[in-house]
């Protein structure tokens, strides 16, 4: 078997990315795709010359190896349950599991029925973040004991027609935004054993300020939407990460990790690509010698970033590898499941003030070289 087949459930905007994409890697093929909404599917399928498919057929075809769940996370659970009890693979939007129970439910069929489950994101095998990897590796910066993360805006209700679900529970920009973060820090770094926080909110209220018919409606925020955390990982490092839509301007960086022999610089773990800086003893900083990684080079254009390297799918091609040649995938669920851990522990301790400790360990995903990378990818 040299290609698996993908049937996508959930035919949102997140799914043109995946159908758009896919077809970069040799290891898959998308056979159909479903939603609740059957038109949504229809032209969807149309769009991109698949099969639309009921969620129910769907999970019964034999034409379908492996699921990609792209429903909203509330879904997320209940849709990759129904996927591994029909024997398919999933591969879930992030993030997969909205607690630790879910995820366990999820590993403990996984375990009995042989099947995998991977997660998004993916954004860490980009070639930025790669390269950040194999420098901190080969020990340019020493030991890392400490950094900074943060991603701070003023929230959805500016751009997004029907925000509701980013200000309920299960959302929030720790759940939302926040997966990109905490997997880059997990796979530079290793596994968090405890956290702290405090998280508030700026408003019991946003104003939905799309052009639209909705637009000056008023809706709830029933989630801290201004959070700020410190993580403790096993390494020792310790690790500020700031998740904010309450902030009109900020000058932090995306990512930034202090060490023993200097500092690194990173671009936004929400994108693939970008610049890694460098500082040594003197302070001096200064780019990294750029590298030849296939999924760090630009491949669309992005209307207010410019040209953008976006390779969404690696992770799933890189899991559909994973199951033919027999080894572990990078987007594992171990990685997934302890990147929850970290968010939700999060979240509680700043309902309790207190630290937490993390219930789950996992271990840092091998690197993607770009060699490794180059073989994701068609010929």
Not at 194 to 199: E, H, K, M, W
Not at 275 to 295: M, N, Q, S, Y
Request: net charge negative; aromatic share 6%.
């Amino acid at each position: 078997m040299s290609k698996l087949g993908i049937g996508i459930v959930g035919c949102g905007n997140i799914s043109t990315a995946y159908l758009r994409l896919s077809p970069l890697f040799h290891a898959l093929e998308v056979r159909a795709v479903a939603d609740i909404n059957t038109e949504a599917a229809r032209l969807r399928a149309d769009e991109f010359g698949v099969k639309a498919l009921s969620v129910e057929d769907l999970m019964a075809t034999d034409e379908v190896d492996v699921i990609v769940n792209l429903t909203i996370p509330e879904a997320h659970f209940a849709i990759s349950k129904q996927a591994l009890q029909a024997g398919k693979h999933v591969y879930s939007e992030k993030p997969f599991v909205l607690t630790l129970e879910e995820g366990e439910d999820l590993r403990a069929i996984v375990n009995t029925a042989g099947l995998r489950v991977g997660s998004a994101p993916d954004t860490f095998l980009g070639g930025a973040h790669q390269l950040a990897r194999a420098r901190i590796d080969e020990g340019l910066i020493g030991e890392i004991t400490a950094g900074s993360a943060a991603v701070m805006s003023h929230g959805m209700e500016h751009w997004h027609p029907n925000p509701d679900f980013f200000f309920l529970p299960g959302a929030g920009p720790v759940l939302d935004v926040g997966p990109y973060y905490v997997t880059n820090l997990i796979q530079l770094l290793g596994p968090v054993k405890r956290v702290a926080s405090l998280a508030t909110s700026a408003t019991p209220t946003r104003t939905i300020l799309t052009e639209g018919p909705r637009q000056g409606e008023e809706i709830p925020v029933k989630t801290p939407t201004n959070i700020h955390a410190l993580l403790d990982f096993a390494s020792g490092a310790t690790i500020t990460f700031s998740a904010s839509w309450d902030i009109w301007a900020h000058r932090h960086k995306p990512m930034e990790l202090y060490g023993t022999e200097g500092s690194l610089f990173l671009p936004d773990p929400n994108f693939f690509g970008g610049t890694v800086e460098h500082a040594g003893r003197d302070g001096e900083i200064a780019p990294l010698d750029a590298w030849e990684h296939p999924f760090g080079k630009p491949n669309q254009e992005h209307p207010s970033h410019g040209p953008l390297a976006n390779y969404r799918a690696s992770g799933l091609a890189d899991m559909a590898e994973a199951i033919m040649d027999g080894r572990d995938h990078r987007c594992s669920l171990d990685l997934s499941l302890h990147a929850v851990d970290v968010m939700t522990s999060i979240l509680r301790a700043g309902e309790s003030g207190q630290w937490v400790d993390l219930t789950t360990t996992c271990t840092r995903p091998d690197a993607l070289g770009p060699e490794a990378a180059a073989k994701l990818l068609k010929d």
